[in-house]
């Protein structure tokens, strides 16, 4: 993935949706640009995301699921 990549997309160009919020207020939010390229952001630093490819975004959402971040917990 592509730390802070702003070459991807300008961020009026990536359509945001709800943000989700676990306790304390810890917001993160998913979208996509019109290029398909998937992206995740906080909302505390709104031009700043990580992105790559939906299928990347995918396999990472799998493994965190399946408790491959458990350890930073």
């Known amino acids: 993935m592509n730390a802070t990549d702003t070459t991807s997309a300008s961020p009026d160009r990536i ?10 207020a ?8 019109d290029a398909g390229r998937a992206y995740i952001g906080s909302t505390l630093a709104p031009g700043e995301y990580v ?5 990347a975004l995918r396999a990472l959402i799998s493994a965190v ?7 930073l917990l």
Not at 26 to 33: I, Q, V
Not at 65 to 71: L, N, R
Request: negative net charge; hydrophobic residues 35%; contains cysteine.
């Open 15 to 24: 359509a945001w949706g709800d943000a989700f919020c676990s306790e304390g």
């Open 26 to 33: 810890n917001c993160f939010r998913f979208g996509l640009d």
């Open 51 to 55: 992105s790559d490819s939906v299928e």
């Open 65 to 71: 699921k399946s408790g491959a971040a458990d350890h």
